[in-house]
């Protein structure tokens, strides 16, 4: 350690000492950096949203809480958005069908397995939507009265309001709180036709094609499919 490169008196010493200072204060920046990647705790950024599973809702940070208006896509129902209290300013907005849309769920049409149809045209589907055909064989089904139905649920306001309008007054139709219960009660001889997301399409429940479209096998022009939701 006596050696003349140790020597107080150099002019360069002083340069020495504050460039090992540095050197130092670099590897220590440059290892608090890398540490969450070599397996060190990691606190979320402000805002960000955590990952989440495919198919399930992404959650918020909760150092942050947005606000909305508009009705709530179904896909953000558990991501931690509030609505936006009365006359305050939303963070965010959510549009039916506004401009620059995008498609967040499509919905199809299904019956029970005694109705005998499998396809129908625009008109036929708007018409049995609407209570305008009584009987099956009106169009080209099995002779049998027609029940509409749905699912009203008060967690998905979205597709509520679509209901209405693919459907009319929904207190006309047999109404149902879930998806299951509808399954349920959708019997061979019921007679009944409703319209669902289509992650609700089940054995046993033929889905009709429209103008040749087949949403659930997958033929036809699905981009001009007329039951979607858009935001």
């Keep these: 350690m006596g050696g003349a490169w140790f020597n107080r008196h150099d002019p360069w010493f002083a340069a020495f ?4 200072g540095a050197l130092v204060a670099s590897l220590i920046a440059l290892l608090s950096a890398f540490y969450p990647a070599l397996g060190g705790e990691h606190t979320p950024l402000l ?5 989440s599973a495919p198919g399930v809702a992404p959650t918020l940070s909760p150092n942050i809480s947005l606000t909305y208006v508009g009705p709530l896509p179904a896909r953000l129902a558990g991501a931690s958005l509030k609505p936006a209290d009365g006359g305050k300013k939303a963070d965010l907005t959510f549009v039916p069908n506004g401009e620059d849309a995008l498609v967040t769920r499509r919905f199809v049409l299904i019956s029970a397995l005694g109705t005998g149809v499998d396809e129908l045209n625009a008109a036929q589907a708007d018409s049995l939507l609407h209570g305008g055909v009584a009987d099956w064989s009106a169009v080209g089904g099995l002779r049998g009265g027609v029940t509409r139905a749905a699912v009203v649920s008060t967690s998905d306001s979205a597709g509520t309001a679509l209901l209405a309008d693919w459907m009319g007054n929904l207190t006309d139709l047999r109404t149902f709180a879930s998806y299951p219960e509808l399954r349920a009660a959708m019997t061979i001889g019921s007679g009944m036709v409703a319209i669902v997301p289509l992650s609700e399409v089940r054995v046993g429940q033929p889905a009709f094609a429209l103008d040749g479209a087949d949403l659930v096998r997958g033929r036809g022009d699905l981009a ?6 858009r935001v």
């Design 224 to 229: 001009t499919w007329p039951y979607t939701e």
């Design 17 to 20: 000492i504050l460039s090992a």
């Design 47 to 51: 805002g960000a949203i955590t990952d």
